[in-house]
């Protein structure tokens, strides 16, 4: 009988140390929604293309459905239920305030993708912003509602003294 061996490691996930034990093909996205309850990163095109499987992988955007589980070991993921340290971020507030979506379903990856940009860019110009969720299709809006919610919460940002 062939049994695929299985590895323990540790991630932190969104900032608790987790232990899991995975399969040497099992990708990050399955384990997050199966093994540890995560269900913002969703699944879509298992490509790549869409950005709706989006987290932050040490403070990175990447595709959980294309990372390996086991290359985790040792890193910290975040997710969109991650970044809401005391309530909803200046992003988040933003784009609920301004309707950016309809149906929501790209928003986890747009939130992220945004979040990483203004880790790095506090104020990012349109283009910037535009850039930042490239990697993210929404099938809903034309985007602009999404752009100018994120300049909205840099401009939030900047008259609170706040960070995101």
Not at 24 to 53: A, F, H, M, W, Y
Not at 55 to 65: A, M, N
Not at 136 to 145: D, F, H, I, K, S
Request: aromatic residues 2%.
């Amino acid at each position: 009988m062939n049994t695929i061996a299985r590895h323990q490691i540790v991630a932190t996930i969104n900032g608790e140390a987790t232990s899991l034990e995975v399969r040497p093909n099992d990708v990050l996205l399955d384990v997050l929604r199966t093994q540890v309850g995560v269900k913002s990163p969703k699944i879509g095109c298992e490509r790549g293309d869409c950005g709706s499987c989006t987290v932050l992988l040490d403070g990175r955007t990447v595709r959980s459905c294309l990372v390996l589980a086991v290359e985790v070991d040792g890193h910290e993921i975040t997710t969109v239920e991650g970044i809401e340290h005391d309530g909803l971020t200046a992003v988040q507030e933003m784009l609920i305030q301004q309707s950016s979506f309809q149906c929501g379903f790209c928003a986890p990856g747009i939130v992220l993708s945004a979040a990483e940009l203004m880790e790095h860019t506090p104020h990012p110009s349109a283009d910037e912003v535009r850039e930042a969720i490239s990697g993210n299709l929404c099938r809903c809006t034309g985007y602009e509602p999404i752009v100018e919610a994120v300049l909205a919460a840099a401009d939030a940002d900047t008259t609170s003294g706040g960070g995101s």
